[in-house]
């Protein structure tokens, strides 16, 4: 399948966002980097859009993303963003199940996917109730939060297995996107250490770019 013009030079400019980005984050310019850091989600989000227009989950998932990004410049509006990152794994965990996997989904991965949602919830819980400086809700938020994004893989896991062709970039991206979230959790409750926005940042591009890419080849094939 060949995609629209559009679209590469969507894919582009979310190259040369993510260049800007991680600049700006190595020089460690919060203030640029936080008003441009939408941008990259933005290109990503159309060039899913152009590349895959009736596959809505891929895209909306991207664009749930950008809103994350928007929503946490503001503490006042920080928990929505989680909630907007929350709901864009939700849609990826649904694009692989009802158009990768072709809703096929037996019994023993739905135990899988909710064991480790609940087992991950509640490492992640004990390990952020160490922490005196945050409250119950947002430890709660964190755990719930990050146990969603590592449920993730076994779903992916299993369509790379019974479907394979390029879900295991989606795969390497969720695994990245771990990482990513990992750097967060640690500087959000411990102590941060000098540019740790830019692994944070290289992680989390690589991770929406892989996942994206691995869902529209995919299906594209």
């Not at 929503?71 to 928990?79: A, I, P």
Request: charged share 15%; proline share 4%.
């Amino acid at each position: 399948m060949k995609f629209p013009i559009p679209a590469f030079i969507f894919l582009g400019l979310f190259v040369v966002a993510s260049v800007i980005q991680l600049v700006l984050a190595w020089q460690e310019k919060e203030k640029f980097r936080r008003k441009e850091k939408f941008a990259c989600l933005l290109f990503l989000g159309l060039f899913a859009v152009f590349a895959f227009p009736d596959k809505p989950l891929i895209y909306i998932g991207a664009f749930l993303g950008m809103l994350g990004d928007i929503l946490d410049l503001n503490l006042k509006t920080f928990y929505f963003g989680v909630l907007s990152f929350f709901i864009a794994h939700i849609c990826y965990i649904l694009e692989v199940i009802l158009d990768v996997l072709g809703s096929y989904f037996p019994w023993y991965m739905t135990v899988a996917l909710l064991g480790t949602f609940l087992v991950v919830t509640i490492l992640m819980y004990l390990y952020c109730k160490k922490k005196p400086t945050h409250n119950m809700i947002d430890k709660i938020g964190q755990s719930i939060y990050f146990a969603t994004l590592v449920s993730y893989i076994p779903v992916i896991l299993f369509a790379v297995i019974t479907v394979g062709k390029f879900m295991y970039l989606s795969l390497i991206g969720a695994l990245f996107f771990i990482s990513s979230d990992s750097i967060l959790v640690y500087a959000h409750f411990g102590p941060k250490f000098k540019r740790y926005h830019f692994y944070d940042m290289v992680t989390y591009l690589i991770a929406e770019v892989l996942i994206v890419l691995g869902f529209v080849l995919t299906l594209a094939i």
